[in-house]
């Protein structure tokens, strides 16, 4: 599932991803959405879903996301994303009782 998500005013288009543990945003769309991004001290390496399909995470980014009511300040790792601006893992849907109903193909949020 995917909605549009407010990044600092800025609106991106999100997928919600319940098999990742991470938050990323796409480095285009943080200079656009003027992110202040910080360089990681040591590199991260991010596994993909495939044998031998990795990456790693060199910045990092604190912004302002509103969707749906919500509000709230998060940090996301700037990584090359392909057809997203975001993507929302499961740690946000923890924090904001997030659910993904297929069925009706919506995302509630603080369900």
């Not at 549009?4 to 997928?15: D, M, P, S």
């Not at 879903?49 to 969707?67: A, P, V």
């Not at 946000?92 to 069925?103: E, P, S, W």
Request: charged share 20%.
């Amino acid at each position: 599932l995917s909605m549009l998500i407010k990044v600092n005013r800025l609106e991106g288009r999100a997928l919600w991803d319940s098999g990742s543990t991470s938050m990323l945003m796409f480095p285009a769309f943080a200079s656009i959405a003027k992110a202040i991004t910080f360089q990681l001290v040591q590199p991260i390496t991010l596994q993909l879903g495939t044998i031998e399909s990795r990456s790693k995470i060199n910045h990092r980014t604190n912004c302002f996301l509103e969707m749906s009511g919500c509000k709230s300040q998060e940090y996301f790792d700037v990584v090359n994303l392909d057809q997203y601006d975001l993507l929302i893992g499961t740690p946000f849907m923890h924090k904001h009782r997030v659910i993904l109903d297929f069925g009706q193909k919506c995302i509630i949020i603080n369900g």
